[in-house]
């Protein structure tokens, strides 16, 4: 069966499920630019030669794949064309989004995009990332979902540089019925994040989500601060914590990249909630980020309603990118 045929049975018909939606539409400005070129492409060289890949280079790296992937993805789409013998550039589509997805999950299976939940016991969730990535609103909605799913949770609202932060998380436990754990701003981070999981334990709670300040203008003092947090984690709970998670902002794109580059360094970076998907041409950065860091994006933000923040899926990422070219194709 024809990797297009599987795409189009798993997102479209009875089986398809409401994420597939949430893709297709959030995914709608980068598929708009992508396809749009990729179809052009086609349309121009009918042969694959030289000429179109280095043409193929130009639109990967203009949707912000990176280049360091795009060049990896060049040199394997290279390989594929020579092993199948493939003349017809219209081919090519079906191959390139076949090979999307072999990249991102690399020598890894799907399960690297779940989150890792305990089954017994606290879990805990710290969440990293600078100002203004929607690393607040992420928690709250990461809340509402763990709660419909039957999990009890608690917030702990660690991000003590800033009193808007506190007010912000309490804004969203009431919104979504979930205790909210803090000290007034210019407390002691570790000192908030210990009395959460206290919290969390006496009320058994399943998660707890921790959220931390984000000013990268003083990046020693902020690490160090993270460092402190995790080592109060580590302590009161063994093997936490469980995710950290690092929020960016996909409008940023490149931008986007040097952050986790610098986060990872200073902190194990478990995962990635990309947020703003939906606001960007560029959704290519989901890929730079897990070939280039080898960290794998867990959620993205694909719209701003409590149920926009989605469990990643290459998949239904790809096929996000591809649904209009899929729908043309006799698959």
Known sequence: MSFFKKLKDKFTGESASPSTD?????????RGSFSTKINDLVAKYRKVD??????????????????????DLIEELE???????????????????????????????????????KTDGLTVILFVGVNGVGKTTTIGKLA????DEGKRVVMAAGDTFRAGAIEQLEVWGERVGVEVIKHSAG?????????????????????????TAGRLQNKVNLMNELSKVKRVIEREVPEG????????????????LSQAKTFS????????????LDGTAKGGIVLAIRKELKIPVKFVGLGEKVSDLQAFDAHAFVYGLFSDLITEEEV
């Not at 030289?50 to 060049?71: C, K, P, Q, R, Y």
């Not at 509402?144 to 709660?147: A, D, R």
């Open 79 to 117: 390989m594929e064309v020579k092993r199948k013998n493939i003349k017809d550039s219209a081919a090519m589509k079906e191959v390139i989004s076949e090979k999307l997805v072999e990249i991102y999950y690399g020598e890894e299976d799907e399960k690297v995009e779940e989150l890792n939940l």
């Open 22 to 30: 949430k893709y297709k539409e959030g995914l709608t400005k980068t």
């Open 187 to 211: 407390s002691d981070p570790a000192a908030v994040i210990y009395d959460g999981i206290q919290a969390a334990k006496s009320r058994n709670a399943d998660v707890l989500l921790c959220d």
């Open 265 to 276: 360094q200073s902190t194990d970076v478990s995962g990635i909630v990309l947020t703003k």
């Open 50 to 71: 030289e000429d179109f890949f280095e043409e193929l280079e130009e639109i990967l790296i203009s949707a912000d794949v990176g280049v360091t992937t795009v060049m």
């Open 241 to 256: 914590p469980h995710e950290v998670l690092l929020v960016l902002d996909a409008t940023t794109g490149q931008n986007a």
């Open 144 to 147: 509402k979902k763990l709660k």
